[in-house]
């Protein structure tokens, strides 16, 4: 742990794009080897990069951060030894864990997770992509577009052949804006992709007979069921620019409306 820089380690891990959680030790009691302050950055893998105590809270802060990342909320514990845990929740409403350690201390923790803006993926060449391309990145989405779009900017570009390597996640927005250039390959791709929200900017007609056809070649219906076609909300939109608006009008209505629904769970479960 020479020359260790915990700030150092959080900057590293931010530009991996990877999720990971950073552990603060807030409080202890009686002896730990944990200090106040103390802090560690918890990788996916469930490695501790910097201290927090012995292997009992170790323990702890993997079980907690897997409950941040689940939940995007922070999260404080409290580690303490098996014969003063009565309730798995202590009467402050700090969730405990139990140590065996043979030191006997109790160390509270907040547990932090950190993760980037969900991305936005646009398939397409034309201007409504290339607005909502330029839209979305003010708007504080991770921009993916196709090679081909005529766009400046910090923008991840993917062929259509290689969507994969995306690696596109649930909590991930895809919109197909391809408009007549390779419609059915851009919404297979698209389709075929982990996320849970996906959009077509066409007509419900044209979309019902792509999807049939993508179904027909063995595309899991579960899969198109995903769908919204058209793509936005309806804003009486005219031009690109206004379409795009409206596409990522919707997307922000989903994802607030998503966090508002996983905070009422949270709160429920509190």
């Known amino acids: 742990m020479a020359n260790f820089d915990i700030f150092d380690t959080i900057d ?3 530009g991996t794009g990877e999720a990971f959680c950073v552990a603060t030790v807030l409080r202890t009691a009686d002896a730990t080897s944990a200090k106040a302050g103390g802090k560690a950055a918890i990788t996916q893998a469930g490695e501790i990069l910097g201290h927090l105590g012995g292997a009992c809270v170790q323990r702890a802060v993997r079980a907690a951060a897997q409950q941040a990342w689940a939940s995007g909320a922070p999260q404080i514990i409290r580690v303490k030894p098996s014969e003063k845990v009565v309730k798995m929740t202590d009467p402050d409403g700090v969730q405990t864990f139990k140590s065996g350690c043979p030191s006997g201390g109790t160390v509270d923790l907040l547990v932090e ?5 969900p991305r936005l993926v646009i398939f397409g060449e034309g201007l409504i992509a290339k607005a909502l391309a ?3 990145s003010l708007a504080g989405f991770r921009t993916a577009v196709e090679d081909g779009l005529d766009i400046a900017g910090n923008h991840v570009r993917f062929a259509l052949a290689q969507v994969d390597a995306l690696g596109v996640e649930p909590r991930d927005y895809v919109v197909v804006a391809a408009q007549g250039r390779s ?10 992709t982990d996320a849970a929200r996906v959009s077509m900017v066409a007509s419900r007609r044209k979309a019902a007979t792509l999807t049939a056809k993508l179904i027909a070649q063995g595309l899991d219906p579960l899969k198109v069921a995903r769908l919204k076609s058209p793509a936005g909300l309806d804003i009486h939109a005219i031009d690109p620019h206004e379409i795009a608006l409206s596409i990522l009008a919707e997307i922000v209505m989903w994802r607030n409306g998503e966090k508002a629904a996983k905070g009422s769970h949270d709160e429920k479960l509190a």
Request: hydrophobic residues 45%.
């Open 12 to 14: 590293q891990l931010r």
């Open 134 to 136: 330029a839209h979305g």
């Open 113 to 117: 997770p950190y993760q980037h803006a």
């Open 183 to 192: 419609d059915a390959s851009a919404l297979k791709a698209a389709l075929e």
